[in-house]
């Protein structure tokens, strides 16, 4: 369980410290950037791209705080507590679709648009994943899960290390 936590504590940082999530700081963000609207076919304009990166940044920040919150809390606090780990689980899952949502709202350049499809696309798998281990019966049979949760974070930290280098962003504190 040491291994899912660690892993995917590393993913929500690369999430995070690239941009992958949540609230309103999120919406706000975007919202004030333009950087969430998606503009009319034919007159489309493009943000500048500090605006997308902040824009980026603003979703990523909070989803990875609470993902780190989730995480953190699986590895040590609900180590030997079932019903603890399997909320926080969901939490991580719910927090991961929240940043797809928001990701897709951003109006990206369309090389890193290409990439953010990817990371949803694979964010997705995870968030099924961490849903699934989340349904778990005992400790035991969620701990099954560490390995295939690990492998499911690769494809989702290297999309983000793209879309961070993409953005002109730095590369993630860990991964």
Same mark, same amino acid.
């Given at each position: 369980?040491?291994?899912?936590?660690?892993?995917q504590?590393?993913? &929500?940082?690369c999430?995070?410290a690239a941009g %992958?999530?949540l609230?309103?700081?999120? %919406?706000?963000?975007?919202?004030?950037?333009? *950087?969430?609207?998606r503009?009319?076919?034919?007159?489309?304009?493009h943000?500048p791209? &500090?605006?997308?990166?902040?824009?980026?940044?603003?979703?990523?920040?909070p989803a990875n705080?609470?993902l780190?919150t989730?995480l953190e809390g699986i590895?040590?606090?609900?180590?030997n507590?079932?019903?603890a780990?399997?909320?926080?689980?969901r939490? *991580?899952?719910?927090t +991961?679709r929240?940043?797809?949502? /928001?990701?897709l709202?951003i109006?990206?350049?369309?090389?890193? +648009?290409? %990439?953010?499809?990817q990371l949803?696309?694979?964010? +997705? %798998?995870? &968030?099924?994943?961490?849903d699934q281990a989340?349904?778990?019966?005992?400790l035991? /049979?969620?701990?099954r899960?560490e390995?295939?949760?690990?492998?499911?974070?690769?494809?989702?930290?290297a999309?983000?290390?793209v879309i961070?280098s /993409?953005l002109g962003?730095?590369?993630? +504190?860990?991964?």
């Amino acid at each position: 369980m040491i291994r899912l936590a660690a892993a995917q504590r590393a993913a &929500a940082r690369c999430a995070a410290a690239a941009g %992958v999530i949540l609230g309103c700081a999120g %919406v706000l963000a975007t919202g004030c950037t333009g *950087a969430g609207r998606r503009a009319a076919a034919g007159s489309a304009t493009h943000s500048p791209p &500090a605006a997308i990166a902040a824009g980026y940044m603003a979703i990523a920040r909070p989803a990875n705080r609470r993902l780190e919150t989730d995480l953190e809390g699986i590895e040590h606090r609900d180590r030997n507590d079932l019903a603890a780990a399997a909320a926080d689980l969901r939490d *991580a899952a719910a927090t +991961e679709r929240m940043f797809d949502r /928001q990701l897709l709202a951003i109006r990206l350049p369309p090389a890193t +648009e290409a %990439v953010a499809r990817q990371l949803v696309t694979a964010n +997705e %798998v995870r &968030a099924r994943l961490t849903d699934q281990a989340a349904t778990s019966r005992s400790l035991r /049979q969620l701990r099954r899960y560490e390995h295939r949760l690990d492998a499911a974070n690769k494809p989702v930290e290297a999309a983000v290390r793209v879309i961070r280098s /993409q953005l002109g962003l730095p590369p993630p +504190e860990t991964s």
